[in-house]
C-alpha cells in the first residue's frame, strides 16, 4: 500500500476512542430521557392509584379549583389557566414574531439584517426570571390594569401571558424566517419578473411557499410557551392554588406554575404527600402535551423541506 | 381588454408629462408611434454595470428593433446576463448592483427618476436559464401576472388569458386536461415553456431570455426556438444563449460580447464588440474577435 493512504495505527485508535466518547454521549441522553419518562410515568401512576383510594376517589380530579393541600386536585384549572397564558402569549408573539421574521427576510437590506438580528439573540437571551420581574413591575401596572380597571391590581394571567409571548417572538421570528430565505431566489425572480411589487411576492409566493414552515415556528412557539415556567411562577400569582375561572384579568394558575409551586415545596404540608406528588401527574400530562406539538412541528418542518 | 386595469405608462403620477409620446409607447399595438420616433425598443447609450467596485461591462451601445429577435452572445462572465437584466430593471433586486448610462425603451430611460420598475416588469417579461414554475398549479401559475396586474380577476376572464397563453406557448394541448394539478409534476421543458406561457400572460411588449434552453433536451429546445419564431411577430425578444447554433437559427441580430482583460489590474470587463445582422456575424463579421469565437477559435 502506499504509506500516504495507510492509516498509522495511532491515528485509527484516536479515531476510534472519538468515536467512544460521543457515542456514550448519545447514549447518555437517551438513558435520561427515558429515565425522566419513566419516572414521570410510575409516579403519575402512583400519584392516580393512590387518589383513587382516598375517599373521594378520582373525583377530586374535577373540583373547584386546584388546592393541593386540601386534596383539590382540579386539573381542568391548570389546563384552563395554561391555554389563557399561552393564548395571550401567541396573540403577542405571532404578529410580532412573523412580522419580524417577514421584515428580516423580505425587506431589510443586509446591513439592517446585521443589525436586527443580535437584537433578536438579545431577547432570547433575556432569562425568563427577569422577564417574570418585568412582568408584575411593567406589564401589570402600566399595560393590564391601564387597559382594564377591572384587572387585578398585582398578579395577573394577562400579565404573565404578555410576558411569556415576549419570550416566545425569538424563536417564532428565528424559525420563520429561516422557512422564508428557503424559498428559492428563483421564485422571487419569477415573481418580480411578471411585475409584482414585493408585497404581492411575499404575501402571494413566499409565505405560501414557506407555509409549513411557518405553522412549525408557530408551534415550536407555542410549546415553548406551555412549557414557560418562571415568569408564570412570579407573575401569574396564584403561588398556593387557584379557583377554576376563565378571566385573564386574575390571578390564575397554570400547569407549569403548580409545578413550580409544588417543587418549591411551597405547599407541601406535613401529612399531605399526595399533594408532592400529584407533580408528577401534571408533569406527564404537560410532557404529553409539549410532546405532541414537538411531533407536529418536526412532521411539518420534513415536509416544507420536501417542497423544493 | 388590458387598457382597462392597466395604466399605459411606466411613469409615477404623469411625472414626465410634457415629454409627448413617452406615456403611451409601451405598446405600440395599441398606440400608433410616431414616425419620428427611432424604431428600437431598446437603446443603451454608454451603458455599465458595476457589482460593487467591479465593472462588469463598459460601455455598452447596443439597440434592439421591434419585433425581431436579438441574441446575445459571447463567453462566459461576458455580461450578457448583467445587459439582459437592465433591460427589465431586474438587477434592481441585487444589492450591490449599480447602473451607469443610459438604457431607452421606446425612448423613455428605463432608469430614469420617475420610471416605476414594477411598471417595467409588466411590459418586459422574463425567461430564466432554469425554468422556475411557482409551486402552484398550471392555471394559477399562468393567471398569477393577470392577477397581481389586476388585469383579470374573475375566473371566466382568467381562463381565457390562460388558454391563449398556453395555446402561444404550444402547451395547450398537452395540459388542457389537468390545468389544476401542480406545474411542478411537468417535464423541464414543459416547465420551461409554462414559464414561457406565464410571462406571455400579462400581455408584454418584450420577452427577455437568459439561456432558456440551456437545461433541455434537443427536442424540447426545437420546440422552443419554434415557438419563438412563431410569436416573433407579437414580441421583441432579446435572447442570451450559448449555442451558437441557436443564435443563426432563431435571431435576426447578433449581438457578440467579449471579456476584456486589464493587463495591470487584471480587471476583467465585458464588452459589446459588435452588433450586426446575424448572417453579417456569422459569416463576414467586422471584428475579428466576433470570426474567431463563432468559428469556434476562440482564445
Ligand atoms: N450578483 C453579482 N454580484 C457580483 N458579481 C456578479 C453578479 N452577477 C454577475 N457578476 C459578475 O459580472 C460579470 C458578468 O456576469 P454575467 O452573469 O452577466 O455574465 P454572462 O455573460 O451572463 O455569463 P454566463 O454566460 O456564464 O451566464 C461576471 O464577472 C460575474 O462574475
Ligand atoms: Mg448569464
Known sequence: MHPMI???????????????????????????????????????????SKLAD??????????????????????????????????????????????????????ARPRLRRYVKPLLEILAGIPS??????????????????????????????????????????????????ALRAVPHALREASSGLGAKRSQTTFRVIIPGAISGIVAALILGMSRAIGETMVVAIAAGAVGGGLFQLTPLQPGQTMTGAMAALGFGSDQVAGDNLAFESLYFVGLLLFVMTFLLNYLSDRLVTRFREVY | MTESGKPMNIVNENVVGSDSGLQTIASSERTEVDTDTPPFVFETIDLNVYYGDFRAVRDVN??????????????????????????????????????????????????GPDVDAVEVRR???????????????????????????????????????????????ALWDEVKDRLSSSALGMSGGQQQRLCIARAIAVDPDVLLMDEPCSSLDPIATTRIEELMKEIKDEYTIVIVTHNMQQAARVSDRTAFFSVEVNEQSDARTGILVEADATEKIFSTPADDRTERYVTGRFG
Not at chain 1, 387597559?147 to 394571567?157: E, I, M, V
Request: charged share 20%.
Open chain 1, 6 to 48: 495507510r492509516t498509522s495505527r495511532r491515528r485509527r485508535r484516536s479515531d476510534g476512542a472519538a468515536r467512544r466518547v460521543f457515542q456514550l454521549a448519545a447514549l447518555f441522553t437517551f438513558v435520561i430521557t427515558v429515565l425522566i419518562i419513566g419516572t414521570l410515568a410510575v409516579d403519575a401512576w402512583g400519584f392516580l
Open chain 1, 54 to 107: 382516598t375517599p373521594d376517589g378520582l373525583g377530586s380530579l374535577t373540583a373547584i379549583g386546584w388546592f393541593p393541600r386540601r386534596g383539590l386536585y382540579d386539573i381542568g384549572t391548570l389546563v384552563v389557566g395554561t391555554l389563557i397564558v399561552t393564548g395571550i402569549a401567541m396573540l403577542v408573539a405571532v404578529p410580532l414574531g412573523l412580522g419580524a421574521a417577514i421584515f428580516l427576510s423580505e425587506y
Open chain 1, 129 to 178: 426570571v427577569v422577564l417574570g420581574y418585568f412582568a408584575i413591575a411593567v406589564i401589570n401596572p402600566d399595560i393590564v390594569v391601564n387597559l382594564f380597571s377591572n384587572a387585578s391590581k398585582a398578579f395577573t394571567l394577562m400579565a404573565a401571558g404578555i410576558g411569556v409571548g415576549i419570550l416566545t417572538i425569538p424563536i417564532i421570528a428565528s424559525v420563520a424566517e429561516d
Open chain 2, 62 to 111: 447596443l439597440t434592439v428593433a421591434k419585433n425581431e429577435i436579438t441574441a446575445l452572445i459571447g463567453p462566459s462572465g461576458c455580461g450578457k446576463s448583467t445587459v439582459l437584466r437592465c433591460f427589465d430593471r431586474m438587477n434592481d433586486l441585487i444589492e450591490t448592483a449599480r447602473v451607469d448610462g443610459r438604457v431607452l425603451y421606446h425612448g423613455l430611460d428605463l432608469y
Open chain 2, 123 to 169: 411590459r418586459v417579461g422574463m425567461v430564466f436559464q432554469k425554468p422556475n414554475p411557482f409551486p402552484k398549479s398550471i392555471f394559477d401559475n399562468i393567471a398569477y401576472g393577470p392577477r397581481i396586474s389586476g388585469m383579470a380577476k374573475k375566473k371566466a376572464d382568467l381562463a381565457v388569458i390562460v388558454e391563449r397563453s398556453l395555446r402561444k406557448a
